[in-house]
Each structure stands twice: as C-alpha cells, then as structure tokens.
C-alpha cells in the first residue's frame, strides 16, 4: 500500500462530489467500501458516496485519520441532537431536564408503552410497598430479618426500575453520540439483573452454611409470614412475564433478553421465599438440617436458572461472535473468499452482535492492483448475507 489518506470535511457537498470524481486526486492503492444488505434484497447495491476515496487538503479539518483513534464529526450533522432525549440534553429553553422531567418522560414511556412495560411497573410498585411495610415493622418491632430482608427487596426494586428505565430509553433514535442507538441498555440491564442473582445465590450458600453451624433453635420462625407474603407478591411476576419463564430461551430481540432477565429476577425470589417456607415447615416436623439442605437446593437453582441468561448477556456485551452463527459456518466463508483469484490476503475479519438478533461484521481484503472490485463486492457480500449478516464492512486494499 503506498499511501493513505485522511477524510476530511467540507462545507461544500458539491465540492466534495467534485473531488470525489477527480481520478488524479484519489489514493490509488486504498480504497474503503461500506454497505448494508436488507433481507428483502438479494441484488448487491453500491451507495451513492462508494467507493470513497481519501485525499489530503490543508484548509480542511480531517474527520478521520489513519493514525488517529476517534473521528471527529461536527455535531448536528448527522444525527439530530434533540433524540438523546434520557442523558441530559438540552432543552428547547437551553436548561437540562431535570430528575422530575425525567420521571414524568419515564411514566409518560410506560403509559404509552407495550404491556410488559406496564406490568413491569405494577411489579415494582407492589414491591415498593412490600418492602416498605416490612422495613417499617421491623424497624418498629426490632426485627433485624425483616429490615435486612427489607434492605435486599429494595436493591431488587432498584434493579427493575433500571430495567423499565432500560425499555423507555432504548426507544431513543440514534444521535451523534451514541451512533448505534441504546438498545444495548437492555442488554446491559440484563446483565445487572444476572449479576445480581448470581450474588445472591452465593448469599444463599453462605446462609446455608451459617445456619448448619448454628442452633436450629434460634431459626427465626417469624421470618415465614414475611416469606409467604414475598412468594405472593413474586408469583404475580411470574404470571405476568410467563412467556419468558424458559431458561434457554433464544433471543431474536433486546427485549426478550431484557424481559427474560426480569422474568428469572421474580422467579428467583420466589424459589427463595418457597426455601424459607419449606425449611421452617421442616424445622416445625422435628427435620435435622432442614434449613441448610433447602437453602443450598435454592442456591444451586438459582444459580443454574440464572447461568444461561449471565453468558448470553456478557457474551453480546463483550462483543463475542454471534452463538445463532457457527464457527464453523463462518470459517467456510472465510475459506470461500480467500479461493477467489483476485483476493490475495484476508486480514480483520470481525463479527459481532450489537445486540440480539442484529449481527455486525467487518473484513479487510487485499486484492489485485488494477483488478475489477464490484465483482469481489458482491461476492463477499452474497456469502455472509446467507449467514443473516445484514450489516457488512469491507476494506479493500490494492497490494
């Protein structure tokens, strides 16, 4: 490759089409293709500003660089400012939206929004009150069990209250800071809520073993009436996200993975609160070990319900190649490519998802000097289009 140049910006777009059609002027061993595929359209199309290449001009302020890590684009350029409506944008007055204009936008989502977003935010509210009411008699009665149980629905509730926030925001468009969208929040949000029945999980097996070094004696009996209360409440939460109460569950869409995580958040607690009813049962028969063999069940329950959901989550987040594609599928492809007689080298080759159901990939192709692209173009992108990769990147490189 003998030269690479930079992008750069111009006011002008009739100068830039101009300079675009310059042959003299244009980098004659780089070249960069990027294009998108619909389902709907089998027939390769070239955009209207491909193939774009890269020249120098010193009046100009470079957007790209090859030797830079960021590309600088002016803001309200591209993408309309005014769509980052949840991370503090300004205003029609200028001011930023405050907490309280961020929870009416929040209700506003959830009354409009789908069915779920609504039971979603009754759950909340009823665990709300629960928790609420059961820190309140705790404190008042100095029962530490219930104010600590009290403490642990909270956190609960904050994290489904992530996950309603999670649904409202990500029907934000795409802006000039987040190019992508905020769909991946939703993935995020399952993720936390993984996380967190992970953690508890392992609190369930540290109970377990505290309680076996303990005098079964001092169970604490009054903590049933809060466990039967908890287990109505959560299967509630169960009954209304029901549809995604299988543990393998595929993904097609950020919701489901959201609403799925949600979904075992509930039925988590509610195994808890069954184990704690279970065991005081068993203590009241005159059962040895009760309490440690039904909260190290629970604890292996919730951790093999939960397992699934957790790699699914960190997998899209860690931009790992898509589960739904086999590896064995996309080295095919790769063996495809690199048989054509033009392709001398395929370097990069990268695919991810951005989320659920939406597969992104990129590749860097060294060809021929003086060899016919199109050709190479519709190639690569008929082979990956098979394998339901819609949004492909290719960089070509004259050797």
Known sequence: MDRIGSFNHHTATNDFQNSCNRDTEFGANYRRFAFSRQASSMQWQEPSHTPISTYSDELAKPLLSRSMSSINIPPGRYFSSESNFFF???DNSGDKLSVLSLAFSILENVRSGNLYMKRLFIMIFLNVLYSTAELAIGLLTGRIGLVSDAFHLTFGCGLLTFSLFSIAASRSKPDHVYTYGYKRLEVLAAFTNALFLLFLSFSLAVEALHAYKQDESEHKHYLIVSAVTNLMVNLIGVWFFRNYARINLV??????MNYHSICLHVLADSIRSAGLILASWFLSLGVQNAEVLCLGLVSVAVFMIVMPLFRAAGGVLLQMV???IPTSALSKCLRQITSLEDVL?????????LVPGQVVGSLSLTIKKGTDNRQTL?????VYHELGILELTVQMEDA
């Open 322 to 324: 898509p589960p739904s």
């Open 251 to 256: 993904y097609r869409k950020a919701e489901d």
């Open 345 to 353: 080298e395929v370097t990069q080759v990268r695919f991810w998802e």
């Open 88 to 90: 503090g944008v300004k």
């Open 378 to 382: 519709e190639f690569v992108h008929g």
